[in-house]
């Protein structure tokens, strides 16, 4: 009883946000445009003040850990499965499939992620470690498949060109790379300017989920072609299972039988995995123009699924038993 309270206490902020969302939507409160501006305003402001607090604050070698090698193992199995389904028997072009795999494979380690840990496994440590990896691994790879995939094209110079110059145009990797030369060098900020970026980065969540939350009484999302909504119920379901089913059950493979690590740190990486898609994918999708309906649907739908895989995780591997 007590592990669930702990769970919905996580789930609660996800719920209600998303809640107020769809009904300022509904009311009409914020206007017609409101979830293009926002959705703007996360991904070119508050996303990337967010991104660059975390990481200049952050130590990436923490990466070398070997719990990590299990979580980024099933992480890059799922989204490349993701990737690779969405592209194969789905008919989706290269942006598209990127956000498919994404749907499949990028885990909402922060706002959900941070109090499940502290909950269940009593320190966040190894969600920190979580979040960097998706922030300097993850989300440059995808990315720049949905930059060339939405906007390259053209000779092969141009899209190499568009590929190398792709971190000064995209504020979310500028963000992280400005944050991990702060941190290499040790370089201490102003208070001003670090104060200043808590307050901005703190908005990035809470508006992503008000965002989402309009998303969902606006009607189906469009193709860029503005034809209707593309999303089918058959491909929908895949990037759910993967995320929710096979993606902690890759990352408990590899970190039991293969790598033979302690059952705590067993739980840590089971924990994190199971963690449902996070709403970046959406946020990504309408950036980049693309349809929105798949990382709106499995946002919501894996955020609802995951609390049974998580309560099952925990109640199976924790210390009870």
């Given at each position: 009883m007590a592990a669930m309270q702990s769970l919905l206490s996580g789930f609660a902020p996800i719920w209600i946000l998303t809640a107020v969302g769809y009904a300022a939507g509904r009311g009409g409160l914020l206007g017609e445009q409101a979830e293009s501006v926002l959705g703007r305003f996360v991904f070119h402001v508050a996303m990337p003040a967010a991104l660059f607090t975390m990481v200049s604050g952050s130590r990436p070698a923490a990466f070398a850990h070997a719990s990590m090698v299990a979580f980024a193992a099933g992480t890059a199995l799922v989204t490349a499965l993701g990737y690779a389904v969405g592209r194969r028997y789905f008919g989706r072009k290269r942006a598209e499939?990127?956000?498919?795999?994404?749907?499949?494979?990028?885990v909402n380690s922060a706002n959900l992620g941070i109090p499940v840990a502290v909950h269940v496994l009593?320190?966040?440590?190894?969600?920190?470690?979580?979040?960097?990896?998706?922030?300097?691994?993850?989300?440059?790879?995808?990315?720049?498949?949905?930059?060339?995939?939405?906007?390259?094209?053209?000779?092969?110079?141009?899209?190499?060109?568009?590929?190398?110059?792709?971190?000064?145009?995209?504020?979310?990797?500028?963000?992280?790379?400005?944050?991990?030369?702060?941190?290499?060098?040790?370089?201490?900020?102003?208070?001003?300017?670090?104060?200043?970026?808590?307050?901005?980065?703190?908005?990035?969540?809470?508006?992503?989920?008000i965002t989402l939350g309009l998303s969902l009484h606006g009607g189906p999302a469009l193709g860029t072609d503005g034809t209707g909504p593309v999303t089918g119920r058959a491909e929908f379901g895949v990037a759910v299972a993967l995320k929710t089913l096979v993606q902690p059950l890759v990352a408990f493979v590899v970190a039991g039988p293969v790598l033979h690590l302690p059952d705590h740190q067993v739980l840590a990486v089971v924990l994190c995995s199971a963690l449902p898609t996070a709403q970046n994918a959406y946020i990504y999708a309408r950036q980049y123009g693309l349809d929105t309906g798949l990382a709106r649907n499995s946002v919501v739908a894996s955020t609802i699924v995951s609390m049974l895989t998580l309560s099952f995780a925990a109640w199976a591997l924790g210390p009870s038993r």
């Open positions: 499939a990127s956000i498919s795999g994404m749907a499949s494979g990028y009593g320190d966040a440590s190894f969600v920190a470690q979580v979040i960097l990896f998706q922030v300097l691994c993850v989300s440059p790879v995808v990315l720049t498949l949905l930059d060339s995939g939405t906007r390259g094209g053209g000779s092969a110079g141009g899209g190499l060109r568009r590929m190398l110059t792709m971190p000064v145009r995209n504020p979310v990797i500028m963000a992280s790379l400005l944050g991990v030369i702060v941190s290499a060098t040790g370089l201490r900020l102003p208070a001003a300017v670090t104060h200043s970026c808590d307050v901005l980065g703190a908005a990035a969540v809470p508006t992503a989920l």
